[in-house]
């Protein structure tokens, strides 16, 4: 039996993750680190309308700043793998994804990482949503453009 083949994206990813959260290892709640228990919040993937559920997490994502990776359940298919996505065109991203992939983009637990902002929002497809930040990795655009 062959082993199952990851995207060619997910060691780069890995370690961006591992940089912003030191200590985790992977896009999976479980195996994230620096995230307190407290600072969950429940947040309702079931009674709620798609788009309502997609603007709510949006919110929470509005403060991201430049590349962004972006992780839902169709990133762990080998043809897909994590997502780069500039923080000025996640709501595009989000919004036209069920048209690009034709899966729904919050079907299950939901990782964006900003490794300009340091920040990491978490969508978990049991009910709960955290925002943390950890370590800005990398220096903001409009850091880099005013050099």
């Not at 039996?1 to 985790?24: C, D, I, K, T, Y």
């Not at 690009?100 to 929002?121: L, N």
Request: glycine share 6%; net charge negative; with cysteine.
């Amino acid at each position: 039996m062959a082993a199952a083949q990851r995207h060619v994206n997910w060691e780069f990813a890995e370690r961006v993750l591992a940089a912003v959260l030191p200590g985790s290892t992977a896009y999976n709640p479980d195996k994230m680190t620096g995230i307190p228990l407290e600072d969950w919040r429940p947040f309702d993937l079931e009674a709620r309308d798609g788009d309502v559920i997609e603007d709510d997490f949006l919110s929470y994502c509005e403060d991201l700043e430049g590349p962004l990776i972006v992780v839902n359940s169709t990133s762990f298919d080998p043809d897909q793998g994590p997502y780069f996505v500039e923080a000025s065109r996640l709501v595009e991203f989000v919004k036209a994804f069920d048209t690009r992939v034709r899966h729904y983009f919050m079907w299950a637990d939901v990782i964006v990482v900003s490794p300009a902002t340091g920040f990491v929002v978490i969508a978990q497809n049991d009910g709960y949503l955290v925002k943390v930040r950890g370590n800005a990795i990398m220096a903001k655009p409009e850091d880099v453009a005013g050099r």
